[in-house]
């Protein structure tokens, strides 16, 4: 298990204990707190996991692939330099106290 | 057995609704449902019928339970063992072949200028005539050559690819196993078959984006090939033609939100979003069950052919309110299910999207002066497993 904090569409920061064997998206998505769509279900392709990782972060875990990078084009709030899809990152890979921004719509 | 399931009631079976009842209007019976039994045997068509969004949500995270690959699949005989009918790593694989075709960069930067220069042709037949049948005169003509320049077999003319989606999907839905589905659906495959091995030497030497070209890339055996481009057919011709007749007889229907959509293309999307949330063009598609499971309280055995209903799910009140049967683009945006959920979320949604809501509509309204519904002739909607309007007649200033 990894402590996260996560900082909902409202600005409320919320404490996660997630599960290290999901995807982010699923660790938030399940946890109740708002603001994950993920039509498709983790699979890259509907773009409403979107999730803004923090610059620290983003260079640690290095560049989203091309795939990806095109369909963080799509969200529905334009992609800023940390944004990530978060079906695409395994909570395994964070560090402990990683800071997840949500933004403020996912349609 | 497990004390949820002895605590279940069994499935319940209805019998008082008639299948013509549901092809002319289904959402009376959705309601009823949703709101008495949103899990049950739908006597007439031989499946349990699953109407509430948040069971479909359940459902498509669940693929063990639920597998889309089912041996009695009817879509199996008619079409080959497609990628619809997989599940798991199998299905996955299969996909990533596809995934770039459909994603949306390729339909922003290859896909688009194709579509409106078909929305355009399309446009220039039809704005000195003042009265036409939409459905015939732009729906169906747009929907079916942008899908087989997508597809790979853009040679092919668009009346082909709407006999041979309806063929497809005839007998994909002929339960009561009539022979005329059979032959129509066979002759619809041969002329597929057909225009894949005319294309695929082009494809060869000139490697394109579409469909067709990134399988062959990919090495696809020949039956793997045509079993996709056939569900690609039977799943991407109708929707976007009633997609595009849904938008516009709600736009129609609806002049206040007419005029502010008109005014501002920032709300096309979200105009789109509603249409096909309003009236989904895939009611209903089939998943079967596992092992025994209780969803909304009631005990599906293991083998229950379960249809999940697209068309009442993207009306439940418990996520839209009082007002879902309505078509409102200014509600709250929220999830709807027109796409599906999880791992075969629709392929063609980005494609959809920018057909339909960003060029085949906006160019009706921007182009034929005061367009709007012939008093005399009222639209007709139909169907439920799939669902549009089949005629919208309309008149415009030419």
């Known amino acids: 298990m990894t402590d996260l904090t996560i900082i909902d569409p409202a600005g409320t920061r919320h404490a996660l204990t997630a599960d290290t064997a999901l995807s982010l998206m699923e660790a938030i998505r399940d946890s109740g707190i708002g603001g994950i769509i993920a039509e498709c279900g983790g699979t890259a392709a509907c773009a409403t996991c979107h999730v803004f990782i923090g610059e620290a972060l983003a260079a640690t875990l290095g560049a989203p692939d091309e795939h990806e990078l095109g369909m963080l084009d799509f969200a529905a709030i334009p992609p800023r330099p940390d944004s990530r899809l978060s079906c695409q990152i395994r909570v395994a890979d964070l560090p402990p106290g990683a800071v997840i921004t949500l933004p403020e719509t996912q349609l | ?398």
Not at chain 2, 98 to 121: C, G, N, Y
Not at chain 2, 137 to 163: Q, T
Not at chain 2, 209 to 222: E, K, Q, R, V
């Open chain 2, 1 to 398: 057995m497990p004390r949820e399931e002895m605590m279940a009631k069994p499935l319940p079976v209805v019998e008082d609704v008639s299948l013509a009842a549901m092809f002319d209007d289904p959402y009376p019976t959705y309601e009823r449902l949703r709101r008495e039994a949103p899990v049950a045997w739908l006597k007439p068509a031989g499946i349990a019928l699953i109407t509430t969004f948040d069971d479909m949500i359940a459902i498509e995270r669940d693929h063990e339970t639920f597998p889309a690959n089912d041996p009695r699949s009817l879509q199996i005989r008619s079409m080959g063992h497609t990628l619809m009918r997989r599940d798991g790593e199998d299905h996955t694989t299969e996909r990533s072949a596809l995934v770039r075709t459909f994603s949306p960069p390729m339909v922003k930067s290859h896909w688009a200028p194709l579509f409106q220069a078909i929305v355009d042709e399309q446009i220039a037949a039809i704005r000195d005539q003042g009265a036409m049948d939409l459905f015939g005169a732009y729906c169906a003509p747009i929907a079916g050559r942008a899908l087989a320049e997508v597809i790979g077999i853009p040679d092919v003319d668009w009346r082909d690819m709407l006999w041979w989606s309806q063929a497809l999907i005839d007998a994909t839905g002929n339960y009561g196993d009539l022979p005329e589905p059979w032959e129509r659906c066979a002759r619809a495959s041969a002329g597929i078959d057909a225009a894949i091995d005319a294309h695929a030497e082009r494809w060869r030497a000139q490697p394109n984006p579409s469909a067709l070209s990134a399988m062959l890339a990919a090495g696809f055996p020949i039956e793997k090939i045509r079993a996709n481009i056939k569900v690609a057919i039977g799943g991407g011709m109708n929707e976007p033609r009633d997609a595009i007749g849904t938008l516009t007889l709600a736009l129609l229907e609806n002049p206040e939100q007419r005029v502010a959509w008109q005014a501002d293309p920032a709300l096309r999307r979200r105009a789109f979003e509603e249409a096909v949330r309003w009236v989904a063009p895939i009611g209903m598609y089939p998943r079967s069950v596992a092992r025994d499971v209780v969803l909304s309280d009631t005990l599906l055995p293991a083998g229950t052919p379960i249809g999940l209903v697209a068309g009442s799910a993207c009306r439940d009140e418990r996520k839209f309110g009082q007002t879902s049967g309505l078509y409102d683009l200014n509600r709250p945006q929220a999830q709807h299910l027109a796409f599906g959920s999880g791992p075969h979320f629709c392929l063609g949604a980005w494609m959809a999207r920018m057909l339909v809501g960003e060029m085949a509509v906006p160019a009706l309204f921007e182009t034929l002066p005061n367009l709007r519904l012939d008093p005399a002739q009222p639209a007709v909607w139909g169907g439920w497993v799939f669902r549009g309007p089949l005629s919208l007649p309309v008149h415009w200033d030419a």
